[in-house]
């Protein structure tokens, strides 16, 4: 029973170690409502770990070795509150935001190991002509980004550690907009059927990012206490939208794409890019070439690849791979043209992942879903329906991402911090050891997965044993 959960302390004393896989384990009986999900607080190296059944709620607080520091326990939010839609950890105290279904009505749920007591807050968001856009949890803010109806003016609630509310008008009326006239004409537009109006698709860097969402032309990443939004609706440029949450300034900038003329007479273009480090990578394709460019916040050009359908793509360190379609499963495909056209015929993306000093790109296309496309963007990941309640959804098990219902096609390049391409055998990275242990251990059923530091930590439920366990992997 759950109840013994809740007030038990010998939940994760346990603590066993095989070649540094398993770092935790303990058993327990748990029922199919029972949710479990992790606040990770990078800055004193803790892990924050809640479970959660329909009534009550417990916070275990373990250290860098997932060891049992402390817990808390209190009631589970009514029903008003039926999503969980944030949080962030600040010292000893850890912060959920749990939202109605309208949003609209907010409450702050603040576990406080150091005084062992737990406070609850409730905010009313009045939302008026707003269109709710995206929230972001940062080292000490929880952000809700709305956008005014008919406007250049973005509108954030910024909820801090002391149980603050502050909103801010972020207006963009003196930046251009080259591709519509407006902030909400450009968020207004639609890339149906994989993009609705009004999305920003939020980009978790440091885990491994699908193509289904990287393929997007608005989209979001939390960098250094800063929001920045990456728009890649017009061929001639990216535009990159930079607030600042601690003076909450505003700039804005259009770095060039690659110029039409580099490919000739084709009127058929497609261009994404993707933010990491400060620098923007910039894909760009016609059906017989594409380029791939590194630049600065500045708009230099760091680097440039490019590669056309009669000769080989140097700068790949993979095969070319596709996934689904008519052919069902995985299979290898031959030349680049045949990668180039389908990189040119569906929705193209790339994907950057930090792999130690080097940059993991991963550059490819993705078929829209025929079942409903990205508006049900959750529903698409293999695992996710499977594993999480939405109530407590994890970005970081998207990207085991079965591609169900899609065709996709990739190549992976491994760069240097300049952009230089590095020749050698690609090492499985730590998603893929974690695919190929799922695969390979089917009894068992994944709960929850984050990353500290460098290391990713895996929560698993072993159903025949009873025993919850939390395993280690690193790239």
């Known amino acids: 029973m759950l109840k013994k959960l809740f007030f038990a302390y010998v939940f994760f004393n346990n603590v066993v170690s095989f070649s540094q896989e398993i770092v935790n384990s303990t058993s327990i009986e748990l029922k199919k409502n029972v949710q479990i999900f992790q606040v990770v607080n990078d800055s004193i190296k803790q892990t924050t770990m809640f479970m959660a059944d329909e009534n009550r709620i417990k916070a275990i607080r373990l250290d860098d070795k997932m060891k049992f520091i402390d817990s808390l326990s209190t009631q589970k939010p009514d029903k008003t509150y039926s999503k969980m839609i944030g949080n962030f950890a600040s010292g000893n105290k850890t912060t959920l935001f749990w939202a109605s279904s309208n949003q609209k ?43 005014l109806k008919k406007s250049n003016i973005f509108k954030l609630y910024v909820f801090d550690s002391k149980g603050n509310l502050e909103i801010k008008d972020i207006d963009l009326s003196s930046f251009k907009f080259y591709h519509r006239t407006n902030l909400h004409d450009t968020f207004e537009e639609d890339f149906l059927p994989f993009e609705r109006a009004f999305s920003l698709v939020k980009i978790e860097s440091e885990y491994p ?31 990159i939208i930079q607030i600042d949450l601690e003076n909450y300034k505003v700039s ?31 894909i ?21 690849h ?13 095969e070319i791979n596709q996934q689904g379609g008519d052919f069902g499963g995985k299979r290898t495909l031959e030349t680049s043209s045949q990668f180039i056209r389908k990189l040119n015929g569906q929705n193209t993306g790339i994907s950057c992942y930090q792999k130690g000093e080097n940059i993991l790109l991963t550059t490819g296309s993705v078929s829209s879903d025929n079942s409903g496309g990205s508006q049900a963007v959750l529903s698409q990941f293999g695992l996710i329906g499977a594993l ?15 591609y169900a219902g899609r065709k996709a096609v990739t190549i992976s390049s491994l760069f240097d911090k300049n952009g230089n391409h590095i020749t050698e055998e690609l090492k499985p990275l730590a998603y893929d050891k974690i695919s190929t242990f799922l695969e390979e251990n089917k009894k068992t059923t994944p709960l929850n997965l984050f990353k500290m530091e460098n290391s990713y930590y895996l929560g698993l439920y072993d159903k025949d044993s009873k025993q919850f366990v939390i395993r280690k992997f690193a790239d």
């Open 284 to 304: 760009k394709t016609s059906s017989d070439k594409f380029y791939v460019t590194i630049k600065d916040l500045n708009g230099n050009l760091i680097k440039e």
């Open 209 to 239: 990012s699908s193509l289904i969402k990287t393929a997007t032309k608005r989209k979001c990443y939390i960098v250094d206490n800063q929001i920045i939004i990456t728009i890649d609706s017009d061929q001639n440029y990216t535009q």
């Open 105 to 147: 009505k907010i409450l702050s749920q603040s576990f406080d190991s150091k005084n062992n007591k737990i406070l609850d807050k409730v905010f009313d968001l009045e939302f008026k002509n707003e269109i709710h856009l995206q929230e972001f949890s940062t080292s000490n803010k929880f952000v809700i980004l709305n956008l």
């Open 252 to 282: 804005s900038k259009n770095i060039l794409q690659t110029p039409a003329k580099n490919f000739g007479k084709s009127s058929s273009l497609t261009y994404n890019s993707f933010f990491i480090n400060n620098e923007l990578y910039q």
């Open 388 to 402: 999480i309640s939405v109530a407590f959804y994890s970005p970081s098990m998207e990207s085991f991402n079965s």
């Open 306 to 318: 490019a590669a056309n359908s009669e000769n080989s793509i140097d700068f790949k360190n993979t």
